[in-house]
């Protein structure tokens, strides 16, 4: 995987005009998935000599020494060159190759989860950014709505129809708006800097202003059962728990073969120096005495536990994930329900209420306090909608992650 460096010009650009466009940048250029992506090449690489024999060993053999005048050790009479070959019992050079084929796989399903969690931080930190905006525009339009109210306060009172108190109140709630605004703003860089560093960016380059949000799916693709079903499939987290079960259990079927003896083949050939005498060959054979059975006893009871161990994980990661799947649905359920009452009842209401109260305010029959309690009112229910909207997107990207896939 290419991980280009921060200088370049396409640094300069804006992107982020969808979601799509930071998700290929992100399988490009993030680094958590190029660490990802060589650790399964590396375990590729291992699978490769897991089934091969052991390096062939080769032996010099000098018999028949005799003595010099000396009473020393002299001239060897016979000498054998003999190449040995270890040959592992039945079954184990296949049991290690499938236990090096599992790690592999485990090594590409930790692939697929670590580019699944990175899709699922890309989507709610996009939903954020698109919140962060849409707060600051409507944080603005009430802004624009307490200058005017300011100015009319200051009027009335200039005019002895209006006390200063009302003037004073109004610029306190237009003062609190702006510094509302202004949290919002280093909120909306803290966010972009995040978002940046997801696809290998510096953390002041540009973003798209203002994100659109991505479509909800009909209630009809969300069902349970049929999410659940296509979860046990495409799960990463639980392909790859089921991947380390395949790895426990080759490991235990070869703690069992470890029982087998090994064999050594052995073929040499015998150089006799005395003259006259001609050379030979030799061929030698060695197995291994497996006496030591408490070893292997508990080396097989250890893989054993650890078979168990393997099969619980799975258990265990098809319950959490049956549990957060329904959660993530029933909080997008709510989220939709909130922002639905918030949007189709609760705003329309409130902007009217808002309206009135500036025209009773205008026209002397009103106080400036229902003003101010109106725009209350009116922020309270567009945060709201706005926080449901960001809810939707966080549970649907959480869906998404557990099923394996987009909706």
């Given amino acids: 995987m290419a991980m280009p460096s921060w200088a370049g010009e396409a640094h300069h650009h804006p992107v982020g005009g969808s979601v799509a466009e930071l998700l290929e940048l992100a399988k490009r250029m993030n680094p958590e ?27 010099l053999t000098v018999d028949e020494i005799s003595r010099n005048n000396a009473g020393l050790p002299g001239r060897g009479a016979v000498y054998k060159y003999t190449v040995q070959q270890e040959l592992p019992a039945w079954g184990k050079r296949e049991a290690r190759r499938a236990i090096a084929e599992a790690g592999q796989r485990e090594a590409e399903e930790s692939l697929t989860d670590r580019i699944a969690e990175v899709v ?6 996009y939903a954020d950014y698109h919140r962060v905006h849409l707060s600051m525009d409507q944080t603005s339009e009430l802004i624009q709505v307490m200058r005017a109210l300011v100015e009319f306060a200051r009027l009335r009172y200039a005019q002895g129809m209006g006390s200063q108190s009302e003037a004073t109140s109004a610029e306190a709630e237009r003062g609190a708006l702006s510094a509302e605004l202004a949290r919002m703003e280093k909120e909306r860089h803290r966010i972009r800097a995040r978002m940046n560093a997801l696809v290998n960016r ?5 973003l798209v202003e203002h994100p659109q949000l991505r479509p909800l799916p009909d209630e009809s693709a969300l069902d349970f059962t049929t999410l659940m079903e296509r979860a046990m499939v495409a799960n990463p987290g639980l392909k790859q728990q089921r991947t380390r079960l395949e790895g426990a259990e080759e490991e235990h079927r070869l703690a069992q073969r470890n029982w087998l003896p090994d064999v050594t083949l052995g073929f040499g050939v015998v150089e006799r120096r005395d ?3 001609p050379n030979g060959f030799e061929a030698t054979m060695n197995f291994t005495l497996p006496v030591q059975t408490e070893t292997r006893r508990a080396a097989e009871r250890e893989a054993e536990a650890k078979k168990q161990a393997a099969a619980a994980r799975v258990v265990a990661a098809r319950l959490h994930l049956e549990s957060t799947l329904r959660e993530a649905l029933l909080g ?3 989220a939709r329900q909130v922002e639905k009452t918030t949007a189709e009842v609760l705003l329309p209401q409130a902007r009217i209420a808002l309206q009135s109260a500036i025209k009773g305010y205008e026209s002397g029959t009103t106080e400036a306090v229902s003003v101010l309690d109106a725009v209350q009112r009116q922020k309270k229910f567009q945060i709201e909608r706005i926080k449901a909207q960001f809810e939707q997107q966080v549970r649907l990207a959480e869906i998404e992650r557990l099923v394996g896939g987009d909706l």
Avoid at 120 to 125: D, F, L, Q, S, V
Avoid at 202 to 206: L, M, N, V
Wanted: glycine share 10%.
């Fill in 202 to 206: 510096p953390p002041d380059a540009p």
């Fill in 33 to 59: 998935l190029a660490a990802a992506a060589l650790e399964r090449d590396a375990a590729k690489e291992r699978v490769t000599g897991a089934g091969a024999l052991p390096d062939p060993g080769f032996q």
């Fill in 275 to 277: 003259e006259g005498t």
């Fill in 120 to 125: 699922m931080r890309i989507k709610t930190t």
């Fill in 332 to 334: 997008l359920a709510e």
